[in-house]
């Protein structure tokens, strides 16, 4: 079993930048890929970026550029530094791990981008 927490969502002004963080504890050694998604009212969850145990990192069109996912594998924690927000950035952010059996998830964290 995996737990994942993640912290640092709040609310901030178009242009500011935000950095999410996730903690993961219990069986971390199993983990290869951690990532974060999003979920806005109404929307479907979406893959915002993931990244591999090796640092291979993959972003979603709307955030390239803007936002760098990055991983202490040390610590077990995955980071996600936003950069230039906007308000359709809007959403709860999921922390996401995957090892080769299961998918676990974090309890989300808010982040709102005000225009």
């Known amino acids: 079993q995996v737990q994942l927490v993640e912290s640092g969502g709040g609310l901030v002004q178009a242009g500011d930048s935000l950095r999410l963080s996730c903690a993961a504890s219990?069986?971390?050694?199993?983990?290869?890929?951690m990532g974060w998604y999003r979920q806005a009212p109404g929307k479907q969850r979406e893959l915002v970026a993931q990244i591999t145990s090796g640092g291979r990192g993959n972003y979603a069109d709307s955030v390239k550029g803007r936002f760098t996912i990055s991983r202490d594998n040390v610590k077990n924690r995955v980071y996600l530094q936003m950069s230039s927000l906007n308000p359709e950035d809007t959403a709860v952010y999921y922390c996401?791990?995957?090892?080769?059996?299961?998918?676990?998830w974090g309890q989300g964290t808010q982040v709102t981008v005000s225009s």
């Open positions: 996401n791990a995957r090892d080769a059996m299961r998918v676990y």
């Open positions: 219990g069986s971390t050694f199993s983990i290869n890929v």
